[in-house]
Nanobody
Framework: QVQLVESGGGLVQAGGSLRLSCVAS????????MGWFRQSPGKEREFVAT???????NYRDSVKGRFTISRDIGKNTLYLQMISLRPEDTAVYYC??????????????WGQGTQVTVSS
C-alpha cells in the first residue's frame, strides 16, 4: 500500500553534489520517521540518515557535514542533499519509512533505490 519512489541519482565527479528525492504515498507522511539507507556491491545495506516526526535528524559519521536530510510535508517528499561527494559514497540509495514516529528497529517500507556513482 505504501509506495516510495526515489529519484535524483546519477553520475557525478568527486567533490560534486546531488539531491535525492523520495515521493511517499499516503496522507500521514508527517507522522512517521523516514530515512535513507545505501548499499554498495558486496556490502550490507547501511544507515545513512533519518528524520523523525518532529524534525530531528541523525547521520552516520562518514556523511556528517556533507549530507542533509529534510522533507516537504505538503509535497510528501523526502530529500537528501549530498555535497562534497566521494567515490566511497557510490551506492544504491534507498528511501525508507518507519512504522512509528521515531526511527527505531527495521524500516517498514523501502523504495526501489536510485543509483549514485561518484567518479574520482
Amino acid at each position: 500500500q505504501v509506495q516510495l519512489v526515489e529519484s535524483g541519482g546519477g553520475l557525478v565527479q568527486a567533490g560534486g553534489s546531488l539531491r535525492l528525492s523520495c515521493v511517499a504515498s499516503g496522507r500521514t507522511f508527517s507522522d512517521y520517521a523516514m530515512g535513507w539507507f545505501r548499499q554498495s556491491p558486496g556490502k550490507e545495506r547501511e544507515f545513512v540518515a533519518t528524520i523523525n516526526s518532529i524534525g530531528g535528524t541523525n547521520y552516520r559519521d562518514s556523511v556528517k557535514g556533507r549530507f542533509t536530510i529534510s522533507r516537504d510535508i505538503g509535497k510528501n517528499t523526502l530529500y537528501l542533499q549530498m555535497i562534497s561527494l566521494r567515490p566511497e559514497d557510490t551506492a544504491v540509495y534507498y528511501c525508507v519509512k518507519y512504522a512509528s514516529s521515531f526511527p527505531v528497529g527495521v524500516p517498514k517500507n523501502w523504495g526501489q533505490g536510485t543509483q549514485v556513482t561518484v567518479s574520482s
